[in-house]
Nanobody
Framework: QVQLVESGGGLVQTGGSLRLSCAAS????????MGWFRQTPEKEREFVAV????????LYSDSAKGRFTISRDNAKNTVFLQMNSLKPEDTAVYYC???????????????WGQGTRVTVSS
């Protein structure tokens, strides 16, 4: 069983920055592919970014590319999402998830955190 706990969400103005964290339980974190997704009431869960187990490979959605950076600290069992130049359309609940391979499909993630809310005011 893997537990994921997100933190770092909040209210920020347009153009601001936030850093999300996702802490994972277990000793096998360094073998997990970790991803960030987001969801609003109007949309299905949407891929944002994913990072390989060793941190050497990343993939971003078009909306995240150039503004968001995913990273991880395997010694601390934590994955991060640095979000810069935030826009009102980034407003969502952000979830981290664990997968066994690099993928943008939420159905391939077998564990999820409870989510952290990000609100970007205009």
């Amino acid at each position: 069983q893997v537990q994921l706990v997100e933190s770092g969400g909040g209210l920020v103005q347009t153009g601001g920055s936030l850093r999300l964290s996702c802490a994972a339980s277990g000793r096998a974190f360094s073998t997990y592919v970790m991803g960030w997704f987001r969801q609003t009431p109007e949309k299905e869960r949407e891929f944002v970014a994913v990072i390989s187990s060793g941190g050497d490979r990343t993939l971003y959605s078009d909306s995240a590319k150039g503004r968001f950076t995913i990273s991880r600290d395997n010694a601390k069992n934590t994955v991060f999402l640095q979000m810069n130049s935030l826009k009102p359309e980034d407003t969502a609940v952000y979830y981290c998830g664990k997968a066994s391979l690099i993928t943008t499909f939420s159905s391939r993630y077998d564990y999820w955190g409870q989510g952290t809310r990000v609100t970007v005011s205009s």
